[in-house]
């Protein structure tokens, strides 16, 4: 039995120890529940951009005379947008080591570092939308046009949103130090901030990059 | 185990977007690598859009791929969704999301690209109105 046992933890990378652990285990830590039922909230999320998404790929061609995106998308802006959430992704990353070897100072820096490229994410995004209704190319111009802010405008939405959870975050974690149900917060603010740059990776593709091709 | 959350016996699970590695270097080097995956996909995006030297019927296909590839690498470096059996629950649910995404694109694209193909022109119709 012992042998057994043994022979099981050299080909165990997971340390599961075969079925003892399962027969002794109780319930799932707080953290896992918690990271888990937010899990569940990002990937609903992302099931109601889906729609979004559906929407505009259907409308894509419906602009009633009006502008199409090759006339008003301009992939450098884009560019540079993508490139800061990206980066914020990044530094979300490391804020999250931070917080795991509980530096206060380097969670902080990483933490104003996100928020930095979030806001000037945020910004290029709000030029970008009010330099379109300017030029005549509101949401109320053409279906597509609809469309797009709709998806478009839903995605800064988050961003934002994120961008006050990241603001709550460094002031609660500089409040009350890296406490356990502080550090669920960080870890679903995590979920959240990396989601919203995958959903973001397909924003790019399909409204910008395949939107100014057709 | 994982980053010194050991509340209970976490043996079985893991919460996403927590990791198996241990020590900052290289889990700050697990982030550089999925940084750098995904600065090549885009920047590999951005110019395939731009570019006259692909065949142009194939540029919509191929950045669905790299978009695609690009949603893996941050869910395999930034989320740290494995397919260990910790994962089994995380890549379940994940797995069920892109499923319902899957049919809920397809689905609309499929039916409305029929109606399209179906439906009488709208100048016509209105002319069937007079």
């Known amino acids: 039995m012992t042998d057994t046992t043994m022979a099981l933890a050299g080909s165990d990378p997971h340390q599961l120890g075969g079925m003892a652990a399962i027969a002794h285990s109780g319930p799932a830590s707080k953290r896992i529940v918690t990271g888990y039922g937010f899990w569940i909230f990002i990937l609903s999320d992302m099931v109601m951009f889906s729609a979004f998404f559906a929407t505009y790929a259907v409308l894509l061609g419906q602009t009633a005379g009006g502008p199409s995106g090759r006339e008003l998308f301009d992939l450098r802006n884009v560019a540079i947008e993508t490139g800061f959430l990206l980066a914020s992704s990044f530094t979300c990353g490391l804020a999250s080591i931070a917080a795991d070897i509980r530096s206060a100072k380097w969670f902080q820096i990483a933490m104003a570092v996100t928020c930095v490229l979030g806001l000037g994410f945020l910004i290029i995004e709000g030029r970008e939308f009010a330099s379109l209704v300017a030029r005549g190319a509101g949401p109320t111009r053409s279906a597509f046009l609809s469309a797009f802010f709709t998806l478009v405008g839903c995605h800064g939405l988050h961003v934002s949103a994120g961008i006050l959870w990241l603001l709550t975050m460094m002031a609660q974690v500089f409040t009350k130090g890296f406490r356990a149900d502080i550090m669920r917060r960080v870890l679903c603010f995590a979920l959240f901030w990396h989601a919203l740059d995958i959903i973001w990776i397909a924003v790019f593709t399909v409204v910008y990059l395949l939107g100014s091709a057709a | ?130």
């Open chain 2, 1 to 130: 185990m994982s980053n010194g959350h050991q509340e209970i016996d976490d043996r079985l699970d893991l919460a996403p977007g927590d990791e198996h590695v241990e020590g900052v270097g290289s889990r700050v080097l697990g982030y550089l690598t999925g940084l750098g995956l995904a600065i090549l996909l885009t920047a590999t995006s951005f110019f395939v859009a731009g570019t006259d030297l692909v065949w142009q019927p194939s540029i919509p296909v191929a950045l669905v791929v790299l978009a695609i590839a690009q949603m893996g690498v941050h869910l395999v470096f930034f989320l740290h969704i494995t397919t260990g059996p910790d994962n089994a629950n995380n890549v379940l649910a994940l797995a069920f999301g892109v499923l319902i995404v899957l049919l809920v694109i397809g689905g609309s694209l499929w039916i409305m690209a029929n109606l399209n193909h179906n439906m009488m022109p709208m100048d016509q119709i209105m002319q069937m109105q007079r």
